[in-house]
């Protein structure tokens, strides 16, 4: 047994350090650079392996503090405990391995070498029970099937054996096998052996399926007061990050709506503004003229993007600027990110794209304030009014003719009110206002009806924020109501969601 552990670590260390060596890397955290290409092989591996179907559960594992590793290994156990590590190596095409393997290579650590076993040799042996292996999938699921073969094979002189995993062996899947007499092990289990967070590989891709989630849906009269209250129903995926914490992207259906202030808020938009800053400021001007707007489905953040969230992809490789890794005033795992620009928020949906192989980004203004309405008309998605027992906002302002209430001067955590709108979506009013892709316009004039970012004219200096904020007063909070701010600048007032497509 010690044998066999002293011969895997002796063995995994000197890939390392080859590979290292080949690729012009270094064990140096500050030196230390992934192989191009890296997040990608290693995603179309883990979605191969995890997308699998006869596995029942996935226990995941992750490398010791500092440990560098170029080859990225799975521990499979099979539905009769026959357990072995399946692992790909950079240097493979992998996504040709995955969808078209030439074969199986089995690892011999008595004599350090890999039998070569082809797809050829393997369907002639179960020919009788007309086995086909058009993938890893295919492979993985028939193992049990396949034990006996290797097995009685293991050792067989008469199959080829390689003394590494190189050139055309780089387009065989590389099953490392546990020694025979440890078979019997414990219920299945896949597990993945990641490298350290520091050199970005945190995040895991699980965004294979979609579960159903219940919530509680509110609506306030004109005084801000509940006058019914729902269960509502949606569906999202869980995007799973090292640290724990989790991004829930909740399905959007495709719908039209009407974007914009409609005329019988124009009044009201005007005598709040004239109540609270002695002038009539123009803001329906900003939200004019209401145009319908036909949004295609996309997923988007259940929650304001989190402090512990933020944390995380902050630790991924650099894509175009520095993030820093607490840039917030208040301070909380479960507080929404705030105090960072446009730019910032740009900046971690791509290196949560790179990370997951999907398109992460900001939403468009339109998908903002569709997805804000969830099907609804009225000023809030709440109703004609919002109140501060469901809202973070300044309640020494309301909005019309809405109670007055606790101004808090800071963040709370994402959800704590506890009821979200009828597309299952928390803080949408308040809290903090939210970035979006847009340039800032004045106007409405122009814009385009298809959900699409207006990115074309306007002043790009300024981005649009939308949802109002702890800081100000109810108006702000409206579903219509948007802002200029500019693109570079840090405000505690200021955080963001995200949305996915592909």
């Known amino acids: 047994m010690k044998r066999l552990i002293l011969t895997t670590i002796v063995f995994l260390a000197s890939v390392a350090v080859v590979v290292g060596i080949a690729l012009g890397l270094g064990l140096d955290d500050n030196k230390y650079r992934l ?23 996935i226990d995941r594992s992750y490398a010791p503090e500092k440990l560098v590793i170029d080859p990225f290994s799975f521990t499979v156990t099979t539905r009769s405990d026959w357990k072995i590590v399946v692992w790909f190596t950079s240097d493979m095409d992998v996504r040709r391995v995955c969808e078209h393997p030439e074969g199986l290579l089995l690892y011999d650590p008595a004599r350090r070498n890999w039998q070569v076993y082809s797809l050829q040799f393997l369907s002639r042996e179960l020919n009788a029970s007309n086995s086909t292996f058009k993938n890893v999938s295919d492979l993985l699921c028939n193992l049990d099937e396949l034990a006996p073969i290797l097995r ?55 965004a294979g399926s979609l579960q159903g989630i219940d919530f509680d849906v509110v609506r306030l009269d004109s005084r801000g007061e509940a006058v019914l209250n729902q269960t509502g129903h949606a569906k999202c995926y869980l995007e799973s990050l090292v640290n724990g914490s989790t991004l829930e992207m909740v399905q959007i259906p495709a719908g039209t709506f009407k974007m914009g202030s409609p005329s019988s808020e124009k009044e009201v938009i005007s005598q709040d503004s004239i109540k609270n800053f002695g002038a009539d400021l123009g803001y329906y001007g900003q939200e004019y003229p209401q145009h319908a707007v036909t949004v295609p489905s996309f997923y988007m953040g259940r929650f304001e993007v989190t402090q512990a969230q933020w944390r995380a992809v902050a630790l991924l490789p650099k894509v175009r600027r520095e993030l820093a890794s607490e840039p917030w005033v208040f301070k909380g795992d479960d507080l929404p990110v705030e105090n960072v620009t446009r730019l910032d928020a740009g900046e971690f949906c791509e290196r949560l794209s790179r990370a997951t192989m999907r398109k992460y980004r900001l939403p468009t203004e339109a998908e903002w304030e569709y997805a804000c309405r969830a099907g609804t008309s009225t000023t ?123």
């Open 152 to 206: 009685a094979n293991y050792k067989n002189d008469q199959i080829p054996s390689t003394a590494s995993v190189s050139g055309e062996y780089l387009r065989y899947l590389v099953v490392d096998v546990i020694p025979w007499k440890r078979i019997r092990t414990t219920p299945l289990a896949v597990k993945l052996l990641r490298i350290n967070a520091r050199d970005g590989s945190l995040v895991r891709s699980a």
């Open 35 to 57: 192989p191009v290409g890296y997040y990608g092989q290693y995603n179309l591996a883990q979605r191969a392996i995890e997308n699998t179907k006869c596995f029942e559960r």
């Open 380 to 502: 809030f998605h709440f109703g004609e009014t919002i109140a501060p027992e469901f809202v973070n906002f300044n309640g020494s302002y309301p909005w019309a003719s809405g109670s007055w209430g606790i101004e808090r001067q800071e963040t709370t955590p994402v959800g704590s009110f506890g009821f979200a709108n009828s597309f299952g979506l928390y803080d949408m009013h308040g809290n903090v206002r939210e970035w979006c892709m847009d340039v800032w316009h004045d106007t409405y004039d122009g814009a385009p009806t298809d959900g699409s970012a207006w990115m074309v004219g306007g002043d790009d200096t300024f981005g649009v924020t939308r949802g109002g904020d702890w800081f100000q007063m109810g108006s702000g909070a409206r579903s219509a109501s948007r802002r200029q701010w500019e693109t570079i600048s840090h405000n505690s007032e200021c955080g963001f969601r995200v949305v996915a497509t592909w």
